[in-house]
């Protein structure tokens, strides 16, 4: 580093117009490239894990609610399994939109 007054001044390395000078360039924008591919990965693989559990929700609802119909419980305690079982349904919708968000717009930027 040089000191110009009170300002200091980062001297690169290497000067873009030097020998090989490019190659400093190239590997920062290739890495930047690998950075972008890594994260739009996380964004899809995020995106499929959300969508499969909202379908695993609503699987676990479908079946619980055959038991707990046919099951000899009544009266407030069936009504208490099947109010948890409702609750399936909209956390469900919101794990589907965090899916489709992610697919359709943090993925879609980045790739």
Known sequence: MK???SIKVKVPKSAFWEKDGYKVDVDRITDN??????????FI????????YARKLR??????????SKSSMYGSHQQACMDVLEQSEPLAV???QISKLLHNDCSARVG
């Open 3 to 5: 000191k110009s007054g």
């Open 33 to 42: 490239v690998h950075q972008l591919d890594l994260l739009n990965k996380f």
């Open 45 to 52: 693989e995020r995106a499929e894990l959300e969508a499969d």
């Open 59 to 68: 699987q676990h609802k479908q079946k619980y609610q055959v038991y707990f």
């Open 94 to 96: 919101i794990h589907e």
